[in-house]
């Protein structure tokens, strides 16, 4: 390639544009102030699963609307920026990305209060099935969004392919709920319901997962031009 | 003569600065129904607008709207076109620009200007700096006056590139150069309030950026009105924009003012809507 193409964690030379570096910095910040709100909200969401804690649900689903008043934070930001600063380039694909990640992180705030309201659903029954796969769900979803949010600082485009990898584990798990799932419907049917629950808390980590892929593919468009389906 | 009152010290941009948080701007100066005629035309028809301190307040329209007349309205430049003359109020702390009984001088000393083709005088870059000063009876000795000289280059992001050659002539600079030697004299004076009317319309895309970046230093110490044909230039570099455009009897009149963010991504008038989305006549 004689081209000199971006490279990893290149941020270009020394701009004189201070004022738009500043702006396109703070948009960055809040992106990732977005992305710990909602590791946290899944954290609470998967401990009120376990713990069959209700108050901790409620706390999640309250929280949901902090998640949403900083997504549409983000969304003016970087709208001003577009229409103030005139981005181009790299800097125009940067503000592309965060719009859609701030998006995606929304959206998985979302799945988040699901598996709350599930939590508090399940909260009233007197035993649970044991998926153990569900915890190391959650677990997988919040370290993979933690690499896809330092891919994005980074703009690491190894670092996003790794995390966009690591999904395949995820759906791996969600299948092994699906049959045990199943396998305990076909032997107790009066244990459906909790079945259902369950399956579909494993759903909403599948999804969430997919999300964060989806932010994955964001940092190598950032990082190449290039738009990839990393997760087919 | 009336005499203007020195403005007190910010205190305000300061508490803002300190608790980060935005407080209203104090207007430095207040336009009320103002309208600028030369002879029997009227060029600018009743505008009545804030320009709040420490703060970049573009004006913006399609040619020959009166930006630069109301601009240049502003310290009195227009009394020295022959039958120009102003209506209305031009309030600066409170006193009446357009009082004749007001010294334009000491108005053009408060309130400077910095024009569309970069005009240094022919002598040293030292001395197009110094000329204000010793204008205004500077009375401070060489050792002051070198430090005054430093000063406004520095604070104009020119020193660097000059400090070795301040007696070279001020013409020899480059466009962008010339540009910031002309903010450097424009503020040698200790100014409150910097006009500047298209500064960037005779530089290329760089030393454009770098006269936007050094306007987004200055407001801290100064308030700067500019005026614009460059959208671009307005959404980017200023705080509050104002948009002009032209009525039926061809005077320039004011269709909105408001935050630059807000004008640019949710205009309330039509008009303002048709123009910088280019659907303009």
């Known amino acids: 390639m004689d081209d000199e193409r971006v490279t990893d964690g290149d941020q270009g030379a020394a701009s004189i544009r201070r004022a738009f570096d500043a702006q396109l ?47 549409r934070q983000v969304n003016l930001e970087i709208a001003a920026v577009i229409a103030r600063q005139g981005p181009m380039a790299r800097d125009l694909r940067e503000l592309l990305a965060l719009y859609h990640a701030a998006a995606e992180l929304e959206r998985m705030g979302d799945y988040a209060t699901n598996i709350a309201k599930l939590a508090q659903q399940l909260a009233a029954e007197p035993e649970l099935p044991l998926f153990a796969q569900i915890p190391r769900m959650e677990e997988l979803c919040r370290s993979q969004l933690r690499a896809a949010m330092r891919a994005l600082v980074d ?78 | 003569m009336k005499t203007l009152t020195r403005p007190a010290p910010d ?43 420490n703060q970049i307040t573009a004006i913006i329209g399609p040619s020959g709207c009166g930006k630069s007349t109301l601009l240049r309205s502003l310290n009195r430049m227009n009394d020295l076109v022959p039958g120009a003359r102003v209506e209305g109020r031009i309030l600066y702390h409170g006193v009446d620009l357009t009082d004749r009984r007001v010294d334009p001088v000491e108005v053009r000393r408060r309130i400077g200007m910095v024009f569309q083709k970069p005009n240094p005088f022919p002598k040293s870059i030292y001395d197009n700096v110094a000329f204000g000063p010793r204008v205004a009876g500077f009375a401070g000795g060489r050792r002051e006056l070198d430090e005054l000289v430093e000063r406004s280059l520095r604070r104009a992001a020119l020193w660097d590139e000059v400090k070795d050659k301040l007696r070279s002539p001020g013409t020899a600079l480059s466009g962008g150069q010339q540009q910031r030697l002309c903010i450097a004299r424009a503020i040698a004076v200790e100014p409150d309030v910097i006009l500047m009317d298209e500064p960037c319309s005779a530089l290329d895309p760089i030393a454009t950026l770098r006269i936007e970046e050094l306007m987004h230093e200055l407001k801290e110490r100064y308030t700067i009105v500019i005026v ?38 949710r205009p309330r008038q039509r008009l303002t809507e048709d123009y910088i989305t280019g659907r303009f006549g």
């Open chain 2, 11 to 53: 205190v305000r941009a300061t508490a803002a600065a300190r608790t980060g948080r935005e407080l209203p701007a104090e207007a430095v100066l207040e336009l009320r129904g103002v309208s600028c005629w030369y002879g029997d035309v009227r060029a600018v028809r009743d505008v009545t607008l804030d320009v709040p301190r």
């Open chain 1, 155 to 232: 703009l690491s485009e190894a670092q996003a392919r790794a995390v966009c990898a690591g999904d395949d584990e995820i759906d791996h798990l969600y299948n092994s709920v699906y049959e045990d799932a199943v396998a305990l419907m076909e032997a107790s049917p009066d244990r459906a319901r909790q079945a259902t629950h369950m399956l579909f808390a494993a759903h909403h980590l599948e999804r969430l997962g997919d999300r964060v892929t989806n932010i994955g593919e964001d940092v190598v468009f950032l990082a190449t031009g290039r738009i990839e389906d990393l997760n087919p």
């Open chain 1, 25 to 71: 910095q703070d948009a960055k910040d809040d992106v990732l102030r977005l992305g710990g709100l909602v590791e946290e909200q899944l954290r609470r969401a998967g401990q009120a699963l376990v713990e069959r804690n209700v108050e901790l649900a409620d706390a999640v689903r309250w929280g949901d609307a902090d998640v949403n008043e900083l997504q």
């Open chain 2, 228 to 265: 614009t044909h460059n959208l671009q230039q307005a959404a980017r570099a200023s705080d509050m924009t104002a948009f002009l455009t032209m009525g039926q009897d061809r005077a320039g009149y004011l269709v909105e003012t408001a935050p630059t963010t807000e004008l640019f991504t």
